[in-house]
């Protein structure tokens, strides 16, 4: 959409307000009062407003409010964040009127997303909602928003990849819904589409691993600072997300961060200091006899001197020492310490929160952390009493070191390493000329790595400095009888720029002269650099028209949104000794790529609220094109419907019952490239640059996904709203399904993208908020429940297309387990070999396991009493399949912690007994388990200081300290560090445990003062 489009839209908008100027007008009285919550406290920034009216008034520090409304009976409503709405009949004489809110626990209240420009109180709404509020997700501290969102998203699996410093975390919403597209939500912060995207490093390069995936990067959401969020509301079905169009198949996560609040500056402090700590290992084998270790040896590489001359110098003929090597490089327990200072307040028309956040993260590991920082400031403006306007700025600085793991083909990852190297030498010392000592374990010094080298002589840095600007103008245009219409203008950008150092001198015992990496260059220096920048505006109208029997909110409008990517990488290869650069490498090479992706719609949306405000429905379409479409002119459709109705104490302690319904259609865009049919760059031919047929080529037709979803589902309130049970089913059918067709080989092409395959999606989310005990003696206690299924399957391919695999990233082959789609299978569907347990044939590409969980359910409890507070809660996973290559690589090793245990088979050890029966691969199924896992998420116990300590510190005003842990128990019988870290990043399907960095758990203290 043009810039010549909006100007038009905004003309008939201003047009339509010049002619409901024509209507006639009312006299206006003034009503004054004052909004206060239940035991007499004020409630600053309540919005109190007349009943189907969207503007309203603000109370102010002290919780005063006046306002002018029509002259006769009006009825006004009251709403606060976290506190039920009130709603109060005001006579034609009355001029004052005051409102008491009462805390709304079960949070069954509120506002939710309704449209681009528009909201509807949550009780009326027409899908499924989740809204977590900021007190959820900064009890406990976290690395990254989205573990502090594990647990509390119901209908979304949220895993961490590993244990890395930094964050990096995949969320998936209603299960897979692409297959080779976009997976991820989309992200919105204060109306501002912003990135999520994971930058390749070119770590890589050095390690030899097979694909990005490896490289143990971070997703750019662990940027925002969780203490500036006020609300984050998860847009699950089409039914919500379709008002964002070809972006929003994988739902859309709406972030509105705090504002500030009247009256004189408050300001917060809070400090934490905290530690965190290996949650689980059980290290590796202990050898008891030289003899065990020289079988080792043997079995692993057949043997040689330098590996003979280690164990002859260690070990004894009946015993052999034992260093816990995983014990020692994951073993740092350094301090993590955390400071947030934030500011609100307002004068007159002018509001303000301003807030500046450090976070120091080390890693469990040697020489691995995170440091986060960020500045934020919000102001709201009130220009004359019908326009206000919004504008947030938050600059951030985000600094990672996470080392290495996963897979690698140079025992460069420690995991990988250590499985093959007996813990009989203290790898972590110096020798006499203050060299790390060479490990031969298990391929001789020219093939092996010292773990303990690598992470002290290595640099692997990511430096990202990123500023988001958002801002809104809202024009009250006209508000008069019955009638008011209001325009906005939103828009905001977000730039970023990523830089990552790499050095691995030649001195690393990987990277010397002639080893598989170091090759002819001995040691790389890898410098690189990726910037981005995401612009979106928005400029909509909304005329709202209040009957004494109904409310009608009709909206419509444009935007425009562009997303531009430069990336670069050099890397230099053959380092001289004290040499950090690639200029001047022995040998150098680029690598660089750019995209710009511009996005154009329309939209228009009806909402009407009547018989009371029991019945709510809404329909919309929005218009769309974009750039990565192979007709870029060409406009796609989205439309979407819903309703509700509340059903009203009908009896039994049933306080109302709300039944909803809705259908949307949403879109995947395709990837960037995919509608380019491009030649390749073949390098310096004959002195001349050489052009030829590239090896993947674009589809002119391509087009975007198509996801229909319907959602029905019930909200059920007892028992004086004690009581909340939620229940919802969804059914999706996708259409348009991106896919890769067979090519022969005679063209010259590997690889190609077209539209044309259907999936299918459906489950169900069950969720509870009980309040078992209620201010009995000043106790309080609310617990919720949550169980969430789901299932997304593969129904056709169009001709031409196999079942097809995503190479390295979705597994290893048919000997570790792989994912490979197919018609008639589910998308996680975990395929490998399949041997005959009588005449031992095998048959590749067999169904073996399934990566989704057959259910997941979360369990969350809060517990008060009078200055004290107590909250935890608990995650399970029920199932999954967990391709466990980690012990895979033990077993080979001969160094599993368990190896010499007994095993179904006399005198072989249970380790022998695992790989012999894995057979070399023709039994994938020996290492596919079950991925069953319950983990304690947060405990939090918090208590506010009497007042003669809060005195003690001069100006405070409130004090309140909390002690809390995150992730503190894992219970499971799996046999690795966790179930829920994935090798290759985010995917369709989450299911290698390949080398990972271990998880850990955390505990902390903070200390919160309020100025």
């Not at 600053?44 to 309203?56: E, I, K, N």
């Not at 501002?192 to 050095?206: D, F, T």
């Not at 500023?467 to 906005?488: C, D, K, M, P, T």
Request: glycine share 12%; proline share 5%; charged share 15%.
């Amino acid at each position: 959409m043009s810039s010549k489009t909006l100007t038009g839209l905004a003309a008939m908008l201003l047009a339509f307000v010049a002619g409901t100027s024509a209507l006639s007008a009312q006299a206006t009285r003034e009503i004054t009062g004052r909004v206060t919550q239940v035991g007499g406290g004020p409630l600053a920034d309540a919005h109190v407003a007349p009943t189907g009216v969207a503007v309203g008034v603000r109370s102010n520090a002290a919780g005063d409010f006046r306002m002018l409304v029509n002259q006769g009976e009006v009825t006004l409503v009251a709403r606060a964040i976290g506190f039920k709405r009130m709603t109060v009949k005001v006579p034609a004489g009355q001029s004052v009127v005051n409102f008491i809110l009462e805390k709304d626990v079960l949070q069954l209240e509120g506002v939710t997303v309704s449209g681009i420009s528009t909201t509807i109180e949550k009780r009326n709404a027409a899908t499924a909602v989740v809204l977590i509020q900021t007190e959820d997700i900064t009890k406990v501290s976290s690395s990254s928003l989205e573990q502090a969102l594990q647990g509390k998203v119901l209908g979304a699996s949220i895993n961490m990849n590993n244990g890395a410093p930094g964050g990096g975390a995949q969320v998936q919403i209603r299960g897979a819904s692409s297959l080779i597209g976009r997976i991820d939500p989309l992200y919105v912060v204060d109306g501002v589409i912003i990135s999520n995207a994971v930058r390749s490093s070119g770590q890589s390069i050095i390690t030899g691993s097979l694909n990005s995936g490896e490289e143990n990067s971070t997703n750019r959401l662990a940027d925002l600072n969780s203490s500036d969020i006020e609300s984050i509301e998860v847009l699950k079905s089409a039914g919500a997300s379709a008002i964002y169009g070809s972006q929003a198949t994988n739902g859309v996560v709406v972030i509105t961060t705090k504002k500030g609040n009247g009256g004189a500056p408050r300001f917060t402090l809070e400090q934490r200091v905290g530690s965190s700590q290996l949650i689980r290992s059980n290290g590796t084998r202990k050898f008891n006899t030289a003899l065990a270790v020289t079988d080792l040896r043997d079995n692993i590489s057949g043997g040689n001197a330098e590996m003979d001359q280690v164990i002859n110098a260690k070990c004894k003929p009946a015993s052999c020492p034992y260093y816990d090597y995983i014990g020692q490089l994951y073993g740092r327990t350094d301090p993590s310490y955390e400071t947030i200072l934030s500011m609100t307040g307002g004068t007159g028309n002018t509001r303000y929160f301003a807030s500046a956040h450090d976070r120091q993260e080390p890693g469990i590991a040697w020489n691995t952390g995170a440091r986060r920082q960020s500045i934020r400031a919000n102001v709201d403006q009130a220009i004359g009493s019908r326009i206000t306007l919004s504008i947030g700025s938050n600059v951030m600085h985000s600094f990672s070191q996470r080392g290495i793991s996963n897979n690698d083909n140079s025992f460069a990852s420690p995991i990988y390493g250590i499985a093959y190297t007996p813990g009989i030498a203290d790898l972590a010392t110096k020798d006499s000329t203050g060299q790390y000592v060479l490990n031969p374990f298990p391929a001789g010094i020219s093939g092996s790595t010292n773990p303990f080298q690598t992470f002290a002589l290595m640099t692997s840095n990511e430096d990202v400095y990123r500023v988001i600007l958002s801002g809104r103008l809202s024009w009250a245009a006209y508000n008069e009888g019955r009638n008011s219409v209001n325009f906005s203008f939103n828009g905001g950008a977000d730039r970023s720029s990523n830089e990552a150092y790499i050095l691995a001198p030649q001195i690393l015992q990987f990277e010397r002269l002639g080893t598989g990496q170091g090759g002819p260059f001995p040691g790389t220096a890898i410098q690189g650099n990726g910037t981005g920048l995401l612009t979106n505006a928005t400029l909509g109208g909304v005329w709202t028209y209040s009957h004494p029997k109904f409310t009608s909110t009709f909206s419509g409008g444009g935007q425009i949104g562009d997303r531009y990517s430069n990336d670069y990488t050099i890397i230099g290869r053959g380092l001289g000794p004290l040499q950090y650069n690639s200029a001047g490498a022995t040998n150098t090479s680029v690598r660089q790529s750019q995209s710009v992706i511009r996005n154009q719609a329309f939209y228009v949306q009806e909402d009407v609220l009547a018989l009371g405000e029991k019945l709510y429905m809404s329909a919309s379409v929005r218009g769309e094109r974009a750039s990565v479409n192979g007709d870029p002119k060409k406009v796609f459709y989205f439309p979407r419907f819903a309703a509700s109705y509340r059903l009203t104490n009908p009896g039994l302690k049933i306080d109302e019952v709300k039944f909803r319904a809705n259908y949307g259609q949403s879109g995947n865009q395709p990837n960037y490239g995919d509608r380019y049919v491009a030649v390749a760059n073949y390098g310096i031919i004959s002195g001349q640059t050489g052009y030829g047929v590239p090896g993947s080529v674009g589809n002119p037709t391509i087009r975007p996904e198509r996801l229909s979803e319907t959602e029905l589902g019930a909200d059920i309130s007892i028992f004086h709203e004690r009581v909340h049970l939620e229940i919802t089913h969804f059914q999706r059918d996708i259409t348009d399904l991106l896919v890769r067709p067979l090519l022969a080989p005679t063209t010259g092409v590997s690889q190609t993208v077209v539209n044309g395959g259907t999936m299918s999606g459906k489950g169900w989310e069950v969720g509870s908020s009980f309040i078992p005990i209620e201010n009995w003696r000043g106790v309080q206690w609310l617990t919720r429940l949550s169980w969430q299924q789901n299932e997304s399957r593969i129904t056709s391919f169009p001709p031409g297309v196999l079942p097809f695999t995503i190479g390295a990233a979705g597994g290893f082959g048919n000997a570790y387990g792989r994912l490979r789609f197919q018609p008639g299978f589910t998308a996680s569907s975990v395929y490998g070999n399949y041997q005959d347990p009588v005449t031992k044939a095998v048959t590749p590409n067999t169904k073996l396991g399934d990566a989704n969980p057959r259910a997941t359910i979360s369990w969350g409890n809060e517990v008060s009493w009078k200055k004290w507070a107590f909250s935890m809660l608990v995650d399970y996973r029920s199932g999954g399949t967990v391709s466990n290559m980690t012990q895979n690589l033990f077993d080979e090793g001969h160094n599993t912690w368990d190896y010499d245990k007994t095993s179904p088979v006399a005198g072989k050890p249970l380790g022998a007994y695992r790989y012999d029966n894995w057979s070399g691969g023709a039994n994938t199924s020996a290492y596919l388990v079950d991925g069953s896992v319950a983990k304690v998420r947060e405990i939090s116990v918090s208590v506010e200081l009497p007042a003669r300590l809060v005195t003690l510190m001069p100006g405070a005003r409130t004090m309140r300290a909390s002690l809390s842990g995150r992730n503190l128990f894992i219970i499971s019988p799996y046999a690795s560090f966790d179930p829920e870290v994935n090798n290759g990043g985010n995917q369709v399907a989450r299911f290698v445990d390949l080398a990972p960095y271990p998880p850990s758990r955390s505990f902390e203290f903070k200390l919160n003062v309020g100025f």
